[in-house]
Nanobody
């Protein structure tokens, strides 16, 4: 019953920045914890960042800590992932997800976006 629509992916040079957005259709957006995950060809989907329902608490994978920032605007039903100092190893399809708890396991999230491609060159 929750639809997630992502935008903001693209091609950037190493060291550049991108801001991903994920808009949710539900009126009860603030009742869901949100997460960002990514998946590269030949690898399993991996955790990137998560944020609690209120937006007070966040948690990041070690590989992106200090470079990525997750945030949410409950009035706009939107979650964001600001990505700075991008590296070639950040190249992947990025997915947003909604679920009852702000945790790191993909199977615990109930709804997923379609994914958006992020490619970091050089």
């Amino acid at each position: 019953q929750v639809q997630l629509v992502e935008s903001g992916g693209g091609l950037v040079q190493a060291g550049g920045s991108l801001r991903l957005s994920c808009a949710a259709s539900g009126r009860a957006f603030s009742r869901y914890a949100m997460g960002w995950f990514r998946q590269d060809p030949g690898k399993e989907r991996e955790f990137v960042a998560t944020i609690t329902r209120s937006g007070i608490n966040t948690y990041y994978a070690d590989s992106v800590k200090g470079r990525f920032t997750i945030s949410r605007d409950n009035a706009k039903n939107t979650v964001y992932l600001q990505m700075n100092s991008l590296k070639p190893e950040d190249t992947a399809v990025y997915y947003c997800a909604a679920g009852p708890m702000s945790i790191t396991t993909p199977r615990s999230y109930d709804y997923w976006g379609q994914g958006t491609q992020v490619t970091v060159s050089s």
